[in-house]
């Protein structure tokens, strides 16, 4: 594709119910990383991957968080029995080296996520 | 630890220059920059290591302090399309793979 994509662009679920976000990079982009910024605040790295692995779970803010890489390409973020500080909006962003220095990552539009 | 934005806010006139601090308390390997605009993804500007490196993006620059722990962006000639809220991100020399935002810069450019 052209650019970053993610699905579903809106979801809203109730409190308890596990989501699944999808990121789909850009093709042949190795690194690919998620970001959280909840309503109104900053940007809150989670996790990236270089290839499908992922060397450091711990920006994950609970451990109702998962994500994994798949192929070198798409991406999921699981968040299981979702809470009410869970609403943010999911952001992924990819690059063809990760934290390249002269290379520019790029973002998709984000997952807007409201746990009622 | 969070790293320390300044300004918070700072309002332009287009054409006049501006400069955003990003300081952190601990020793810096990395700052990262974006700009994000309202109710739009935010988008990438620059990486800076350590060894005191300045970039260039456009008239958008920025250098890396690494005595002071600081990262300094600088917008020159400010144009309209500036306009949105700046974070910067910080990773220290621990290399921990963790990436801290400050709590952003919002710059309004007035025509």
């Known amino acids: 594709g052209a650019g970053v994509s993610q699905s579903p662009s809106n979801k809203v679920t109730e409190k308890g119910k596990d989501v699944e976000l999808r990121c789909d990079p850009i093709s042949g982009h190795t690194a690919l990383y998620w970001y959280r910024q909840s309503l109104g605040q900053g940007l809150e790295f989670l996790i990236y991957f270089q290839g499908n692995s992922a060397p450091d779970k711990s920006g994950l803010p609970s451990d109702r968080f998962s994500a994994e890489r798949t192929g070198g390409s798409v991406s999921t973020l699981t968040i299981q029995r979702t809470q009410q500080e869970d609403s943010a909006v999911y952001l992924c962003?990819?690059?063809?080296?990760?934290?390249?220095?002269?290379?520019?990552?790029?973002f998709g539009p984000g997952t807007r996520l409201l746990v009622l | 630890q969070q790293p320390v934005q300044s300004p918070q806010a700072v309002i332009l006139r287009e054409g006049e220059d501006a400069v955003i601090n990003c300081s952190s308390s601990?020793?810096?390997?990395?700052v990262h920059w974006y700009r994000q605009k309202h109710g739009e993804a935010p988008v990438f500007l620059m990486i800076?290591?350590?060894?005191?490196e300045q970039k260039g993006h456009e008239k958008i620059s920025a250098s890396f302090n690494e005595k002071k722990q600081q990262s300094s962006l600088y917008l020159t000639a400010s144009q309209l399309s500036y306009s949105g809220t700046y974070f910067c991100g910080t990773e220290t020399v621990d290399r921990d793979d963790k990436i801290i935002f400050g709590k952003g810069t919002r710059l309004h450019i007035l025509p």
């Open positions: 800076l290591l350590k060894g005191g």
């Open positions: 962003a990819s690059s063809a080296i990760l934290w390249g220095t002269q290379e520019t990552q790029y």
């Open positions: 601990k020793a810096l390997y990395s």
